[in-house]
């Protein structure tokens, strides 16, 4: 599953809007709206923001594995 996939699945699964999560990880709706497009890959900050909120770890939001869990 590809990084934009990933990320609709998990803020449908939050159910928050694009609105809600922009402002709660510090985008803007459009630089949102162009993840989940597939426009491009967030970098390392807003992608540790997501990886935080919703409580999953970085290699899986890159999809490098399904394990959502955090390695600790």
Same mark, same amino acid.
């Not at 809007?17 to 459009?30: D, F, Y």
């Not at 162009?34 to 290699?59: I, M, Q, R, W």
């Given at each position: 599953?590809?990084?934009?996939?990933?990320?609709?699945?998990?803020? @449908?699964?939050?159910?928050?809007? @694009? /609105? @809600?999560?922009?402002?709660? /990880?510090?985008?803007?709706?459009?630089?949102? @709206?162009?993840?989940?497009?597939? #426009?491009?890959? &967030?970098?390392?900050?807003?992608?540790?923001?997501?990886?935080?909120?919703?409580?999953? #770890?970085?290699?899986?939001?890159?999809?490098?594995?399904?394990? &959502?869990? /955090?390695?600790?």
């Amino acid at each position: 599953m590809e990084f934009k996939e990933r990320l609709v699945n998990l803020r @449908q699964e939050y159910k928050e809007t @694009q /609105i @809600q999560l922009a402002e709660k /990880i510090g985008l803007s709706c459009r630089q949102l @709206q162009a993840l989940e497009a597939g #426009s491009g890959f &967030p970098n390392y900050k807003t992608l540790c923001a997501l990886a935080n909120h919703f409580n999953v #770890s970085l290699d899986y939001l890159a999809g490098r594995t399904d394990n &959502p869990e /955090i390695n600790r």
